[in-house]
């Protein structure tokens, strides 16, 4: 499901940095609807916070892109930062292909966090000892950024995500609702 939503961003790709916008992708098998706001870098990495509309459940992920020279792969540690906050360790899980954060009060905080961000550097450490990292400007504190995390937030109203986006941040969290 996500790597369609990938192969569709994929496709329109520059080699710039692309504001945070959302996209809407309903898999033509399952039926499965995923709401995302996706940040696309330079290099094609994509960064979103999404929501599962079925399951009710959001999530945070890092895909590399074609020009990345980044490579995921099961088990690599991943650390990421906004600004200049200290980096933070342990919350992505890894695949072949992403790193997700799919712990509902980590996604919470994620989220909070890119509301204010004007940056975020994610860095891969792979099993070789190598590492690699990936950079966002993310815009945070816009208004197209706000309603864009919101229409996530708000395909999963429904979510532990959600409520506890609204705990986190609660002026943030009034200033995100979107009449539906």
Sequence with gaps: MITII???LLQAAVAQDQPIANTAVKDPMTDQETVAAVS????G????VGCDVKSQSMFVRFQPGPRSRVYIHRGDVVQHRFDDDPPLNGMWETDDVSADINDAEQVAAFASRMLSAGRFLVRVHQGNGR?????????????????????AVNACSASKEAALLAKVVP??????AIPQ
């Design 131 to 151: 590492q690699v990292d990936a950079s966002f400007q993310i815009f945070g504190e816009t208004p197209s950024v706000r309603d864009a995390i919101a229409k």
């Design 6 to 8: 990938a192969g569709l």
């Design 45 to 48: 990495s994509l960064l979103y």
């Design 40 to 43: 696309r870098n330079a290099t």
């Design 171 to 176: 002026t943030t969290a009034a200033s995100l």
